[in-house]
């Protein structure tokens, strides 16, 4: 069965914004790449030292590209503070610096040469644990989920899809309503989503495989960032050496990769991602709770209850 023939048997719908989504693997896909998504599994070849980001969009997956470069290549960037090279998180966006697998690599060309990429390869990814190309799970390269809040997630989604211009050809109506489009995504109807079933997948990898899949909360990382570097190392393998400790390389990692820092560099000011999303609206407000301002007590206690129901038995918290 060809792509289109797959594509034509799957159910379809408008996400609030407008975008049409395809529900494939029981996740929906934002229809502009589905077929990205299909490419990457059939092609993406994960090889033992690669480093997969995973995260919903708007889940702290800017901070965490940023971080986990960092880490890797500190070596290069960050080993001697004065006469370091200079990273490129300050010259470019951190999206350009880890590419997306299925948002970037696979988008334009069904089988990219990756081979090239020296190693570490970091790569991301929204694909759910379940849908993740087969050589994720089946090599020893590593993954590291971040996730969030999900009425926090909500609304810096939505604040990012309304503030960009990007996908407006792909944009079938919408957006609708605040309190319709949280209907949609309290039912799962969201790009990616549902939110809880990608949430609790990566979580029970987590359970299952500990040193294979590092789970990692948006709100842990704004209370202790430092911690969360060094764990960050330690499961990529590079943990911080006394030396590196006292030289301040945390700090300095976690300065460089800092919200104020990284959303004031000029190319996030005023550069675009692919040349339709604007680097400056991966950079909003960066705070845990934001959702109070939009949303209602009624709409919060919803969401409480569904989170509960949801992840009842699971360990997890959000
Ligand atoms: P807000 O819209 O709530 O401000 P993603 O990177 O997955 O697209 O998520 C974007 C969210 O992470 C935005 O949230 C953005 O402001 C926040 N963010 C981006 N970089 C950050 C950083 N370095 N530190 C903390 N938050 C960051």
Known sequence: MDDDDQLEKLEQRTNWDGWRIVKYQGFWCPLPFFRAALSAQKYFKAKDSDIILSSLPKSGTTWLKALAFSVANRSTYMSNIDTTQISPLLTSNPHKVVPHLELNLYLNQENPDLEQTSAPRIFSTHMPFHALPNSIPKSGCKIIYICRNPMDQFIS????????????EDRHGGPVELDEAFDMFCDGVHLYGPFYE?????????????????????????????????????????????EEEERGLVEEICRVCSFDNLKNLEVNKSGSFNGRVKNSSFFRKGEVGDWANHLTPAMAERMDKLINTKLEGSGLTL
């Open 157 to 168: 989604f939505r604040h990012f899809s309304l503030d960009n211009k990007f996908g407006e």
């Open 198 to 242: 990608h949430i609790t997948g990566y979580w029970d990898a987590h359970l299952k495989n500990p040193d294979k899949v590092l789970f990692l909360k948006y709100e842990d990382l704004k209370d202790d960032i430092g911690l969360h570097v060094r764990k960050i190392a330690e499961f990529m393998g590079c943990p911080f050496s006394q």
